[in-house]
């Protein structure tokens, strides 16, 4: 079998896998209280953080770190959509490194979480750091 | 007092030096690149001069520039 069917294969079957665990959208949306503190703990743990924001169901940004929290939703919902017409497929991180810094963007659990940090932060740290802190979310939202 | 352990510390330095030098040539080396992730775990990149890549790094832009240039953007 060609490796790139194999590829294939294998996304189908991942997919599929992902699609059994509870990853449901959260029913509400969460505190702007609660996410505040989560962005705390984030700026707590990531030396390289710049800033970064919490977006709700609706796009609506639940709590920033610094500047605008309309002007964050705005162009969080900019880099989400160049994301999903780039292949015309729903994207779930992005990764973005300039020669100003790095933004990472990730949508999980009906939610999504924007990081803008100084360059060569840890990809997979940062990300996780993201994804712990939407999961956190979302379950205290239920 | 006991003197360090020269073999040791003369290891250490080398393998600091290593690590520099590594450091250097990525900050030297490393191009911008936009990366985008899938369900499924598939990836994708998008080159600067592409138009995805364009609108991706425009947009990366405005947030960097809403972010600040430092933690609690101060800067």
Redesign the interface.
């Known amino acids: 079998m060609p490796t790139v069917m194999i590829q294939e294969a ?3 079957v ?2 599929g896998s ?1 699609s059994q665990m509870a990853d449901a959208p959260a029913a509400t949306a969460p505190s702007s209280e609660s996410a505040e503190a989560a962005l705390a703990f984030l ?1 707590e743990m990531s ?1 390289d ?4 924001a919490v977006l709700g169901p609706e796009g609506e940004a639940l709590a920033v ?4 929290a309309a ?2 939703a705005e ?2 919902e ?2 989400f959509a ?2 999903d ?3 015309e ?13 790095e ?1 990472f963007a990730i949508r999980s659990e009906g939610l999504a979480a ?1 990081a ?1 940090t100084e ?2 932060a840890l990809a997979s740290l940062v990300l996780f750091d993201l994804r712990s802190i939407l999961r956190e979310l979302a379950r205290g939202a239920h | 007092m006991q003197k360090p352990h020269r073999i040791l510390l003369d290891r250490v330095s080398a393998y600091a030096d290593e690590a520099a030098a590594f450091m250097r040539r990525r900050r030297v080396a490393r191009k911008p690149f936009a990366r985008l992730y899938y369900a499924g775990g598939r990836s994708a990149d998008h080159a600067q001069d592409s138009t995805a890549g364009a609108e991706l790094f425009v947009a990366a832009g405005r947030l960097i520039e809403v972010a600040g240039n430092r933690k609690g953007g101060k800067g």
């Not at chain 1, 770190?65 to 605008?68: A, D, H, L, P, W």
């Not at chain 1, 991180?93 to 100003?100: D, N, P, S």
């Open positions: 294998r996304a189908r991942t997919v992902f700026t030396p953080l710049r800033g970064a770190t610094s500047g605008e002007r964050w162009d969080a900019t880099l160049a994301g017409t780039a292949e497929t729903p994207v779930e991180q992005i990764h973005i490194a300039t020669e100003q810094g933004v924007i803008v360059r060569f």
